[in-house]
């Protein structure tokens, strides 16, 4: 089974590709973290990113559609998780034809429909172990010790740098100008599964299974 999961930044797709892989065997394919693996590990595809990214350009669609077909190609019967993939409607035809010439289907787009308002909030107050990666947040989830870690007992938290109002509103506006369009793509071929990915973690994921398992 192949799949996109759909979404702003901060909806929660990775959280939710990460259960996917864990419980359904399937593997997440995030062109970002592809995309840093191939530069690090020298791969054809990786050079060539690497040269276009040090001469301070935007990588093609034509190399992020070779990243995904050099990693396809090894799953053999495991599924696909797209992450951050196709984000426009160039893409999301050059996906079908990667998936088409390995005698592969897109099964199902779901997405995570969110409240940006109180997906501002839900970013902007992250934070996360400095030597675990626990993540923590100022609101929903503060450790039980104060400047304590509750999973390794260390007094060190960061913050990413791009977890301010002004980028996440930057990312969102984005979001909508450049990936949402894609959406009528797939709800052509009735694709689209819409969830609530505001619900508590536990219950996107059981909508989720509900998709994945043909029960909804």
């Known amino acids: ?14 959280t939710q590709a990460a259960r996917l892989e864990l419980h359904r065997g399937m593997v997440q394919l995030s062109t970002g973290d592809m995309l840093r693996q191939a530069v690090a590990q020298g791969t054809p595809v990786g050079l060539q990113a690497k040269a276009v990214m040090e001469a301070g350009e935007l990588v093609s669609d034509a190399i ?6 050099e990693r396809l190609d090894p799953l053999g019967d495991k599924g696909a998780i797209f992450d951050g993939y196709p984000r426009t409607r160039a893409q999301a035809e050059a996906l ?7 005698g592969r289907k897109l099964d199902y787009v ?8 109180a997906l501002v909030e839900r970013i902007t107050g992250r934070f996360s172990c400095g030597k675990c990666g626990a993540p923590y947040h ?4 503060l450790p039980k ?6 999973v390794c007992g260390a007094h060190e938290f960061k913050r990413r740098p791009d977890d301010n109002q002004k980028t996440v509103r930057t990312r969102l506006a984005e979001y909508r100008a450049k990936t949402a369009p ?9 694709l689209v599964r819409p969830i609530d990915g505001m619900a508590p973690v536990d219950a996107v994921a059981l ?9 909804a």
Request: net charge negative.
């Open 138 to 141: 100022d609101q929903f989830k």
């Open 182 to 190: 894609i959406l009528p793509y797939y709800q052509e071929r009735d």
């Open 96 to 102: 079908d034809l990667l998936l088409s010439e390995r």
């Open 1 to 14: 089974m192949n799949i996109i999961l759909l979404g702003p930044p901060g909806a929660g797709k990775g």
């Open 207 to 215: 909508a989720i299974d509900a998709i994945l398992d043909g029960a």
């Open 110 to 117: 779901i997405e995570l429909e969110v409240d940006e308002e």
């Open 145 to 150: 010790v104060d400047e304590t870690c509750d």
């Open 64 to 69: 992020v559609s070779a990243l995904i077909g």
